[in-house]
């Protein structure tokens, strides 16, 4: 009968057990859903240029960053515009312009920029003059596992010019 017995409490730990384990089994299931990498949200902003003027300021205060920090045309230069992704149509406008850019968004899927440039419209005072607030970051030693936030070139802002259809820079003043 002790055989007996404990076949009975063997059997009725089979029944209690299964119930058990598809408790664990659908928490599992859950906790790795969780854990999945969520797809990006398809309302990401972008920011598109409001005038063929807002992308020459752009291009010229892009090209005195290349210029200030030593870069060479192999660079590619990240950029956003208030943090949020340039549009597609603004990064080509940019590079047609001979600037070696992709924006911003492209770093974060592949460590494909060494440098990253946010600029700032201020303000469009009139036609003729703009003030443009430039942060740019070096992400070398992100990108090689080396450093975990980026080091900061340079921030400041430009006072830009326009004369005689062309836009250059009037002065610039680094942040404190």
Not at 120 to 148: M, Q
Request: glycine share 4%.
């Amino acid at each position: 009968m002790a055989v007996n017995a404990g076949m009975t409490a063997k059997r009725e730990c089979r029944f209690a057990f299964p119930l058990h384990w598809a408790a664990a089994r659908a928490l599992l299931v859950l906790f790795l859903l969780g854990s999945l990498p969520m797809p990006v949200a398809s309302g990401t902003k972008t920011y598109s240029p409001k005038s063929p003027d807002e992308v020459e300021i752009f291009a010229v205060v892009l090209r005195a960053e290349v210029e200030a920090n030593g870069w060479t045309r192999k660079d590619v230069i990240c950029v956003s515009v208030d943090l949020d992704d340039p549009s597609k149509r603004l990064v080509a406008a940019l590079r047609q312009r001979n600037l070696n850019v992709c924006a911003w968004s492209e770093w974060k899927k592949r460590l494909a920029c060494n440098y990253v440039a946010d600029l700032s419209p201020v303000a469009f005072e009139s036609a003729r003059s703009a003030k443009l607030h430039a942060e740019v970051d070096d992400f070398r030693d992100i990108n090689t596992g080396d450093a975990h936030i980026a080091t900061r070139l340079r921030s400041g802002e430009y006072r830009l010019v326009q004369s005689q259809g062309k836009w250059s820079i009037d002065a610039y003043s680094p942040s404190e």
